[in-house]
């Protein structure tokens, strides 16, 4: 476990990974290299419907800044640029992307013991203000975000969320959407590893009466292959296959359709990403 309780971010992360990581419905490939100065470069092509994009992306690392160029086939540069430690305990990331200046965005996250901070201003004239605590330990943490929107003079958002966590086990309340929608998460992890694991999940919406129970799971059926499925009470049945092809290299297969409709096409993706 970590020495802290982490973001707020975090808390019932390890849930939704299992319901929703890898989750796919296009086609992606992405190739890396790596160079003797230590950039590592990689292209991603991407294919939804008829529609097909792709980017080029620079990754360079030194001591503790990271450095990140991306280039995508509609023109746009985004840059991103991560500085570890300038104060103790602290991470600063800058994100900038051209020609829309007015998405970039400048966060610093500031870890302890026993708290968390994370706050992000947007790099415009009224900005929109995100700011996140976090308190308590590895195993208990109990936490708050939100979003404040200076043009207008109010909240945009407010979340709070409560975690416990145990070597083999971790479960989540989040209270979201400005108070309308509760969503509780518990994980079991099955094997020392936690490649295997299954998870209950079970979202309320007050102002629709509105409830959705998804079950789901994990499962290594060796060190190269990890098979993945979910269940909602609404019919929507996932599947995902994820294989290691070589070291690094991963085949991803994911499908989802609607049981109670099976006339609808289900989404159907597949992603590719090698690695030297």
Do not use: W
Not at 43 to 51: C, D, H, I
Not at 52 to 61: C, E, I, L, M
Not at 82 to 110: C, H, M, R, W
């Amino acid at each position: 476990m970590s020495k802290g309780p982490g973001l707020f971010s975090d808390i019932g992360k390890k849930a939704r990974d299992v319901l929703t990581k890898d989750y796919i419905s296009n086609q992606k490939l992405s190739i890396s290299t790596y160079s003797d100065t230590g950039v590592a470069l990689t292209s991603t092509a991407v294919k939804k419907g008829g529609l097909s994009t792709g980017d080029v992306g620079a990754q360079y690392k030194y001591k503790n800044t990271l450095i990140d160029v991306k280039v995508d086939t509609a023109s746009n540069i985004s840059t991103t640029l991560t500085l570890n430690d300038i104060a103790p305990s602290t991470k600063t990331i800058a994100s900038l992307k051209f020609p829309d200046y007015s998405s970039g965005k400048l966060e610093v996250q500031y870890y302890h013991h026993h708290a968390a901070f994370s706050t992000a201003v947007g790099l415009k004239q009224n900005p929109i203000v995100d700011l996140s605590v976090t308190l308590g330990t590895p195993t208990f943490a109990i936490g708050a975000e939100a979003s404040y929107e200076t043009a207008e003079g109010k909240l945009a958002k407010y979340t709070a969320g409560i975690s416990v966590t145990k070597p083999d086990s971790c479960a989540a309340i989040i209270l979201g959407d400005k108070g309308d929608t509760i969503k509780a998460s518990y994980i079991h992890h099955l094997d020392e590893l936690k490649k295997s694991a299954a998870v209950g999940e079970i979202t309320r919406r007050f102002s629709t009466n509105e409830n959705t129970f998804t079950v789901g799971g994990s499962y290594a059926v060796d060190n190269l292959t990890i098979v993945k499925l979910k269940l909602n009470n609404h019919g929507n049945l996932g599947a995902l296959l994820q294989h290691e092809l070589i070291p690094k290299s991963l085949l991803t297969i994911s499908s989802e359709f609607d049981t109670k409709a099976l006339e609808k096409t289900p989404k159907f993706g597949v992603a590719l990403a090698l690695k030297p």
